[in-house]
């Protein structure tokens, strides 16, 4: 590959970067990054895997970004690019082998545990206020926080 095109693709996909950087997500670019924010990981996490097709674009983004005004969040907000930084995606995903690669898609962990997902199936096509519904239950059931 040309390193225009590299350097092209790479200004292509800083707005999608950005939109969830943004909205307050910690961006994992390196395997070495997954593995450091993961042997550190407690509380809850909503893994994003970002994407430059449309219906991460349309859906996933907005619909991953407008669930945090839920009143149950997860601790932690992280995203990996797939097809841009491909080392920290393929060790993302090698934290929940269980699911088969899809992107975009959304794991919540509970410390290293996958406790939901929701992979580009159940994305693509949907409308956003089920996606920000399914997400709004999983946090309701994982994410809640015991009152004093």
């Keep these: ?35 450091e924010f993961m042997g550190e990981a407690d509380g809850t996490t ?3 895997i970002n994407s430059v097709c449309g219906c991460a674009a349309g859906l996933a983004r907005p619909s991953a970004i407008y669930s945090l005004q839920h009143n149950h969040t997860p601790d932690h907000l992280v995203t990996v ?13 090698g934290k929940f082998p269980e699911y088969a690669p899809s992107s975009p898609s959304m794991a919540l962990l509970k410390g290293n545990e996958v406790v939901h997902f929701i992979p580009r199936e159940e994305i693509e096509g949907a409308d956003p206020e089920d996606i920000v519904r399914n997400l709004a239950l999983a946090y309701n059931e994982h994410c809640a926080k015991s009152s004093s």
């Design 46 to 48: 909503l893994v994003f």
């Design 1 to 35: 590959m040309s390193m225009a095109y590299e350097e092209y693709m790479r200004q292509v996909v800083l707005p999608m970067r950005q939109e969830l950087t943004d909205a307050g997500f910690n961006e994992l670019t390196t395997a070495e990054s997954v593995d």
């Design 81 to 93: 690019f797939a097809g841009q930084d491909k080392e920290a995606t393929a060790q993302m995903r």
